[in-house]
């Protein structure tokens, strides 16, 4: 009797044990599903590792911090030039854009625009073939580009041109010197008009 017993008490241990097993095996899959495991060659780490799609998200990061960088660049020249009292030309400027005005009828102070916009005043500005005050391209127009006053001459001369070809408004005047292939009003043309504005207002001329 005792060794019935004994088995009968063995028996339902097993059972117990095969039972709690049984329940850990069951509950193991939901834990599975429910808990992130490691995803080392998996579907899922295939999916989530996308060189390219890092990447390009890296160039919108860089493309819309440069274009912050460029608005505000352009906002602080707007400010500046718009306020007229900060831009300050330098007499030896003023007076051959005087006289370039004088020969070929050019405003004046389109030209100290076009000389401030393109080399900030600094008559050593060099851009390839581009070079002086005014940037005009010494390989098309060959002078002493290292003279301002010629290089404003030359200047001058080449918007007197290009209104003789029939570009008559600022808008293609300017697209067609700043070399833009087309007459428009663009981002440059309005520049050199806000310029302009500015540098008459402070002459109290506008």
């Known amino acids: 009797m005792k060794k019935r ?10 059972l117990s044990a095969t039972i709690f097993a049984l329940l850990l095996t069951g509950i193991s899959p939901a834990k599975t599903e429910s808990a992130p495991t490691s995803k080392v060659g998996t579907t899922a780490q295939a999916t989530e590792w996308n060189p390219e799609g890092i990447l390009e998200e890296k160039r919108k990061e860089y493309n819309q911090q440069a274009l912050a960088d460029m608005l ?6 707007a400010d500046e030039y718009l306020s007229g009292k900060k831009i300050v030309v330098p007499d030896y400027i003023k007076e051959a854009c005087q006289a370039a005005e004088e020969k070929y009828g050019v405003s004046q102070y389109m030209l100290e625009a076009i000389a401030w916009k393109e080399s900030r005043f600094h008559p050593d500005a060099q851009n390839g073939p581009c070079k002086g005050l005014c940037q005009v391209n010494v390989n098309l127009f ?3 580009w290292q003279d301002p006053t010629e290089n404003i001459m030359k200047a001058a001369e080449l918007i007197d041109t290009l209104g003789s070809q029939g570009y008559e408004d600022l808008g293609a005047i300017c697209s067609m010197y700043h070399g833009e292939g087309k007459p428009q009003y663009s981002d440059y043309t309005e520049d050199i008009d806000h310029i302009s504005e500015a540098l008459m207002e402070a002459d109290g001329v506008y």
């Open 5 to 14: 017993h004994g088995s009968l008490k063995f028996a339902c241990v097993t």
């Open 72 to 77: 505000g660049q352009r906002k602080a020249e």
């Open 142 to 144: 060959p002078h002493n």
